[in-house]
């Protein structure tokens, strides 16, 4: 007999954690550079739409369709009797959706570690792997009554069955795919490669949280009872908790460390809190999800920290460490925390042991399973895209798609000039585009101070600027200027882009303008790097201007001319 109220229960929950996929789009597309956005939103809407026939087919059967130690059952299109792990009350239908948006939150945590330089074609394939067999065969091991669970092994929510899976397959995937280019320097050193937009990581970050009472609460799959209703009411204030008390620890930590509370890391350690109290969200009591918080908010940077400098494994939005990391220490915090059963409550240490060996089984299944894949990806139709592609930025290169943000200019990369000039090629300067000589607008006897002074303006593409400014400053210029210009040439803003099936015919298209004034340094040397490195033999690559200065005045002091450019050296 059904129970409407706990059928409701578990739709709410199957509504909530699908709004997830809204929440890990934004935070991951925030984390990243305004290049690849369009790569984002689309691998977060296809790794639910792939998942969600995948398990159907082949993932639920695989999870909950038998009582093996190893395996559930091959039950294509769930056409089984699955009367025996129904939650009470509770139809076959809602329990399949219940269960595919959790599938689907496993495979959509390794967009975030792999992004900026993975191909499409290759995310759909190792995503339909996780949704197919990865995740739902330790799942049969945890939640479909396989050998974990019949050894004791509580993993409420998912810390280990979604989150680390998830968390596993990303740090192996990383790894393998190799960092973004220009995240280390030529010593090795990682560097900062910021994302486009801290509201929108937010904004995925408190969908997140909101999400997660979906996620953690309704995982009671009842509300008929007061037993379910008390317990209920517990998960919700043990997950709030847990996640106020990281951020507020990762906040001070970050604070004493680096002198300025890190925004971006603090968002972090709410999700950090989050999936740490999934495991044990029913079984501590606040006072526990507080200490869980507390560890996931000191864990958290110290982990980042490691894979960023230490193993050197380039994640773009931290997942490895809030999922991978942070999942597998909430499952083992849960043997020692556990009210009922945990080592510090006089339970012993078996309980704490067999979530030991949980974590371990599940880490070593996922991780091994998801090498298979991706190495055989990698050596057929191949994981990452070309140094150029990466570089131009996977939204018009995979997709198409010329700017996710139509009407608005972004600096797109920080990429050293010489990782540029190596993922480029050494390309022909004779062949670049021709330099036009602007005369000056106010003719002038002599300039101030006797010395000439010339000012050099570059058109170049935007993904093509640190790269100028790094080699401006090379040769010995000492300052410029630069500004987010829209502009077109000949080609009316020509763009091989498309929208929705329909040409993109942009007249105008976002570049930059640098502009320099050189007085001590030739000229000529200025123009021939700048046409060094801006030079692809494409359309678009730039133009430079020329023209005199006739005099400079320096606000602060005075001076005019050739002393007005000294500061620190001589241009």
């Known amino acids: 007999m059904y129970s409407a109220v706990n059928t409701i229960w578990v739709l709410l929950g199957a509504a909530l954690v699908f709004f997830m996929q809204a929440g890990f789009a934004m935070c991951e597309a925030g984390f ?21 026939p995948t398990y159907w087919i082949l993932g639920f059967g695989l999870m909950f369709g038998g009582a093996g130690a190893i395996i559930g059952g091959f039950d294509p299109f769930v056409l089984g009797d699955y009367a025996d792990v129904l939650p009470s ?29 993975t191909k499409f074609i290759s995310y759909c394939i190792y995503s339909f792997c996780i949704s197919a067999f990865i995740y739902p065969i330790s799942g049969h091991w945890i939640w479909g009554g396989g050998w974990l669970s019949q050894l004791g092994f509580h993993d409420f929510a998912g810390s280990t069955a979604v989150h680390m899976v998830g968390g596993v397959c990303a740090c192996i995937g990383a790894a393998i795919l190799g960092p973004r280019i220009g995240k280390y320097d030529k010593d090795g050193k990682p560097r900062a490669i910021i994302g486009h937009n801290l509201s929108l990581g937010a904004l995925g970050v408190f969908i997140l949280w909101f999400c997660w009472f979906g996620f953690n609460g ?7 009872s007061d037993e379910a209703m008390v317990s209920a009411g517990l998960i919700f204030v043990n997950t709030n908790m847990a996640a106020a008390v990281a951020s507020c620890v990762t906040m001070l930590y970050t604070w004493l460390r680096y002198k300025k509370p890190d925004v971006g890391m603090t968002l972090n350690a709410a999700l950090a809190g989050l999936v740490a109290i999934t495991a044990g969200c029913d079984a501590v009591s606040p006072v526990g999800a507080a200490i869980i918080g ?21 994640d773009p939005v931290g997942a490895i460490s809030v999922h991978g990391v942070c999942g597998a220490m909430g499952t083992i915090l849960t043997g020692l925390l556990a009210v009922d059963g945990g080592v510090f409550y006089g339970g012993g240490f078996h309980f704490f042991l067999v979530q030991c060996l949980g974590v371990l089984a599940t880490a070593a299944w996922a991780g091994v399973m998801i090498t298979i894949v991706f190495v055989i990806i990698k050596r057929t139709i191949g994981l990452r895209v070309s140094a150029e592609e990466e570089l131009k930025g996977l939204d018009i290169t995979e997709h198409g798609l010329p700017s996710a943000y139509g009407g608005f200019a972004f600096v797109y990369d920080d990429t050293p000039a010489d990782l540029i000039a190596q993922a480029t090629g050494d390309v022909p300067v004779k062949e670049a585009v021709p330099v036009e000589v602007a005369a000056s607008a106010v003719e002038s006897s002599a300039p101030v101070g006797g010395v000439k002074m010339t000012k050099i303006d570059i058109l170049c593409k935007m993904e093509r600027f640190d790269a100028l400014k790094r080699a401006m400053f090379d040769i010995g210029i000492t300052g410029m200027t630069a500004t987010n210009v829209m502009g077109c040439g000949e080609q ?22 640098v502009s320099i004034v050189v007085s001590k340094l030739p000229v000529s040397l200025v123009v021939n790097t700048a046409r060094k490195v801006l030079y692809t033999g494409n359309i678009g690559d730039g133009k430079i201007f020329i023209s005199n200065v006739e005099n400079v005045i320096k606000v602060r002091t005075g001076e005019q001319g050739y002393d007005a450019l ?6």
């Open 32 to 52: 990243t550079r305004a290049k690849n956005t369009g790569n984002i939103l689309m691998k977060n809407l296809m790794d639910f739409c792939i998942g969600t």
């Open 294 to 314: 507390i560890v996931a908010g000191l864990v958290l940077p110290i982990s980042v920290n490691f894979f960023d400098s230490v193993v050197k494994i380039d």
């Open 566 to 571: 000294q500061d620190e050296a001589a241009q």
């Open 218 to 224: 309704c995982s009671t799959v009842a509300m008929d």
């Open 89 to 117: 009350g509770v139809p076959l239908f809602a329990f399949l959706i219940f269960q595919t948006v959790f599938c689907a939150t496993a495979a959509t945590i390794v967009s975030g570690s792999m992004a900026e330089r």
């Open 492 to 513: 009316r803003g020509k763009t091989e882009g498309y929208f929705r099936g329909a040409k993109v015919e942009a007249t105008m298209l976002p570049s930059l303008q």
